[in-house]
């Protein structure tokens, strides 16, 4: 077994970059996961841990040309008082509400619930019916350099992402909404706090006469990855969303995830809750 | 033999310095290698608040933090409350209303109570149950503790406590 061999904490992106090409990092950042699986044993701290707190380029959330740029870093705390996202993406409010508690919110950065990419992950949910881009820094020859990865093709499995073992999530990236973008997200969970989500369900498109186009619909808790949802998206596509639409866009939802038995819930109840629950958001955009 | 690492932080108001394994939480760091024990082990994981402190002015859960992470960072645990005014009406309050019973739930109660006092003065009863949602009591059944805090939160308010 391989012991941890080296403990460091960059003050700047380039440097963690400088770090991170042994491809032996595991990267630390509010820990509200690391702590908890590397103590369970079931998740191993490579030969350096890098905590990546004091990097000034993970920070803050900002708008930067046409999108708003979120740092790995910003805490669930912070997002839930960014004026910004009050007032162009409201939809994230939503997943904070019900995260966690107030403490584990003050800690756990949207970073971290990216890259521990649970399928019940809150976060992910609403970032993907945003369409959201990870951006991601390593150093392959040299010198620094970003690529962009639309979020929906970044989780791979429970766990698992596309992100190389040389490479940093430094922030996730939003085009800003225009002014008809309508975007919800409902959890669903046996108690209000400290749950994980049994399901949860995020709608987002533009809103016109009653119908919603440029449909995202995604799912969380219900496959191996919060997973887009293209079939209920195409049933949604473009139609007024009276009871007969609305009926049949919930059965396709029911049809399209594929759940599992776990403590929290049966895959039968869970798919249950996803067309129950659909319908009830369906009805909810019929009337706004 | 795991990896050590040499921090320095401020502690209750002083400076401090400590030897800590890497992979240690700050919990069993202000337990077992600086010796304050009033910060609690309930789960060690998350779910129920009694390791509860204030870092650089926010409240964590000290089981989900690594004790290196503590380097450079201002940390007040429940011992540090002891010389805090606000505090002080705080543990008054949770005396008087009951809000006690076998008393392993208190400190990280008082300390995510206080942070809430200090972020959210204008709580209600029902901001308040929602503040201490990641504490959990087995004895008192929450409403002395949900009084304790909105009373201090009036005398604020009034003026009556600082
Ligand atoms: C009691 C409890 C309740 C919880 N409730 C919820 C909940 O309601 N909803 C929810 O979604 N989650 C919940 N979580 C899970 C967790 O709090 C979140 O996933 C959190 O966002 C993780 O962020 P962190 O900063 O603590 O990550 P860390 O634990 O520091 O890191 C998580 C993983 O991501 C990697 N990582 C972190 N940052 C980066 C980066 N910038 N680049 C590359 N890799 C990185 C780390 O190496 C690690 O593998 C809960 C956890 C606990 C203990
Ligand atoms: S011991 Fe930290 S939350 Fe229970
Ligand atoms: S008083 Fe016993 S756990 Fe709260």
């Known amino acids: 077994m391989t012991e941890i061999e080296q403990y460091v904490a960059p003050s700047s992106l380039e440097q963690a970059a400088e770090y991170l090409r042994s491809g032996e990092v595991t990267i630390l950042a509010g820990g509200t996961d690391l702590m908890p699986q590397s103590q369970g044993g079931r998740l191993k701290i490579k030969r350096t841990l890098m905590n990546i707190h004091h990097i000034p380029e993970l920070k803050g959330i900002a708008i930067d040309g046409g999108e708003i740029r979120i740092g790995a870093l910003a805490t669930i705390t912070e997002i839930m008082e960014s004026d910004l996202i009050k007032k162009h993406l409201p939809i994230l409010l939503e997943a904070c509400d019900h995260f966690a508690s107030d403490q584990i919110r003050n800690a756990a950065t949207l970073g971290g619930n990216v890259c521990n990419a649970s399928p019940a992950g809150d976060m992910l949910v609403p970032l993907l019916v945003l369409d959201a881009e990870v951006e991601l820094a390593s150093k392959p ?35 800003l909404p225009p002014a008809n973008h309508y975007a919800r997200f409902f959890k669903f969970g046996t108690r209000p706090a400290l749950d994980i989500s049994t399901i949860s369900i995020g709608i987002a498109g533009m809103l016109k006469n009653g119908a919603l186009s440029q449909v995202r619909v995604a799912f969380g808790a219900v496959a191996p990855v919060p997973m887009r949802a293209p ?5 949604l596509e473009g139609k007024r969303l009276d009871a007969a639409v609305i009926d049949a866009v919930a059965d396709v939802a029911r049809n399209e995830v594929t759940p599992i038995d776990d403590i929290r819930a049966t895959a039968w109840y869970r798919k249950e809750l996803i067309h129950n629950i659909t319908k009830r958001m369906l009805a909810h955009v019929a009337q706004s | 033999m795991s990896l050590n690492h040499d921090i320095e932080f401020t502690l209750n108001g002083v400076t401090r310095r400590a030897t800590v394994r890497v992979n240690m939480s700050a919990l069993d760091m202000l337990r077992e290698v600086i010796g304050l024990t009033g910060t609690k082990y309930g789960c060690g994981e998350g779910e129920c608040g009694a390791c ?43 005396v008087e209303h009951g809000a006690v019973q076998c008393g392993y739930c208190t400190p990280g109660m008082v300390m995510q109570a206080s942070h809430l006092i200090a972020t959210h003065p204008d709580a209600d009863a029902e ?17 002395k503790i949900v009084d304790a805090i909105a009373s201090v939160n009036s005398a604020v308010k009034q003026g009556a406590t600082p």
């Open chain 1, 231 to 235: 079939r209920t998206e195409q049933a």
């Open chain 2, 127 to 143: 901001a308040i149950k929602r503040g201490i949602e990641g504490n959990l009591c087995r004895c008192t059944g929450y409403k």
């Open chain 1, 141 to 175: 020859n040299g010198s620094l350099s970003r690529r962009r990865m639309p979020l929906a093709e970044f989780f791979v499995g429970p766990g698992k992402t596309r992100r190389g073992p040389t490479e940093l999530l430094a922030g996730l990236r939003i085009a």
């Open chain 2, 52 to 94: 509860t402190i204030l870092v650089d002015g926010l409240s964590l859960n000290s089981c989900l933090m690594f004790a290196v992470d503590c380097h450079g960072r201002d940390v007040v645990t429940i011992e540090g409350l002891a010389a805090d005014a606000r505090a002080d009406a705080l543990r008054a309050a949770f």
